[in-house]
């Protein structure tokens, strides 16, 4: 089955830094890849769709300048939270579906990415 | 856009015994219908999904009806083993690399 991942997995971060979060599609290419946030009990929600080697669509209320999205490939996407607060805590989760040969539909998910600032 | 609603929030059954969670959906565009498990602090397991074209599909202990007049659809789980237990998400999609909707989520308590 098709394989993504997120890296890292966890990290923890002083407010007002960044972090960037990576998403890779492992075993094939992935033309369009989202990023979601989770929090705690919670459903996702969809913060923005990546398109690879154009911009980012963001979700209404979602801060593009906050949350910078880059998809240089068709295998990678890239979520950096610029000067990280408290309340940006939470479970980020990426997914991709796989390009070519007609859609599948399908969306795999990638591990998620829990984020803590303090 | 889009809006999924997801009942219940919460369901506890006797291991055995089967469990039913309901979505709705807003878009009559909407096609595709995954439904996915996500044990704590894990991914999304996508589980079975159906298309609009499809009334009903089954896979083994698990089955998803749909009902595009009502936009009603729905997962069955027969026979729930305590393994069943997670939180489960309904979604919906236009498909073809097109962004997915959620429901809330059920969390699912299969006692043993």
């Known amino acids: 089955g098709a394989v993504v991942s997120q890296h890292p997995s966890w990290v923890i971060c002083k407010s007002g830094t960044s972090v960037k979060i990576e998403c890779r599609s492992l075993?094939?290419?992935?033309?369009?890849m989202f990023w979601y946030r989770q929090f705690p009990k919670q459903s996702l929600m969809l913060m923005a769709t990546?398109?690879?080697?154009?911009?980012?669509?963001?979700e209404q209320g979602v801060e593009k300048d906050k949350f910078l999205i880059n998809h240089a490939s068709l295998t990678l996407s890239t979520l950096t939270v610029t000067s990280a607060h408290p309340e940006d805590s939470s479970f980020y989760i990426c997914?991709?579906?796989?390009?070519?040969?007609?859609?599948?539909?399908?969306?795999?998910f990638g591990p998620g990415t829990r984020l803590t600032v303090l | 856009g889009e809006n999924v609603e997801q009942h219940p929030s919460t369901l506890s059954v006797q291991e055995g015994d089967s469990a039913v969670i309901k979505c709705t959906y807003s878009?009559?565009?909407?096609?595709?219908f995954p439904w996915y498990k996500q044990e704590l602090g894990k991914r999304p397991q996508l589980i079975i999904d159906?298309?609009?074209?499809?009334g009903e599909k089954k896979d083994q202990r698990i089955a998803v009806t749909l009902n595009k007049t009502a936009k009603h659809f729905s997962l069955h789980i027969t026979e729930t083993q305590p393994e069943d237990s997670a939180v489960y998400f309904c979604?919906?999609?236009?498909?073809?690399?097109?962004?997915?909707?959620f429901g809330i989520g059920t969390k699912l308590q299969v006692i043993p």
């Open positions: 997914s991709a579906e796989r390009a070519g040969g007609g859609s599948t539909d399908t969306q795999y």
């Open positions: 075993d094939f290419q992935a033309t369009t």
């Open positions: 990546s398109n690879e080697g154009s911009k980012a669509t963001y």
């Open positions: 878009d009559s565009a909407s096609n595709y």
């Open positions: 159906i298309r609009s074209n499809v």
């Open positions: 979604a919906a999609s236009k498909g073809g690399y097109q962004k997915v909707t």
